[in-house]
């Protein structure tokens, strides 16, 4: 007896067939981000298995860290950002 718990709901270990039902990929992709190590797996014999909880967790987006700037240093002059001083990256030899 099997339930059918909507996919990121149980503890199960879920087939490749399956994954790519439940993440809308293809085979191909899924199998990519294995090779690369990208999405948490188990190795069965030969076969490729994902569990369900730590899929789910890998899919969630994660909270990024705030960039903490320093106080500005009394008697220190603040240099200029190079950003604002040039519209383009490309050499001037190329542009002319």
Known sequence: MTLN?????????????????WLNITERHA???????????????HLLRFPEAEVENWCQPKPRSRRIT????????????????????LPKSLIE
Request: aromatic share 4%; charged share 30%.
């Open 5 to 21: 718990l909507p996919y990121g709901k149980g503890s199960r270990m879920l087939t490749l067939g399956q994954l790519c039902e």
């Open 70 to 89: 320093a106080a500005p240093v009394p008697g220190r002059k603040e240099v200029p950002s190079r950003r604002g001083r040039s519209r383009s990256a």
């Open 31 to 45: 199998r990519k981000l294995v090779e690369r190590n990208a999405i948490p797996y188990r190795k069965v014999g």
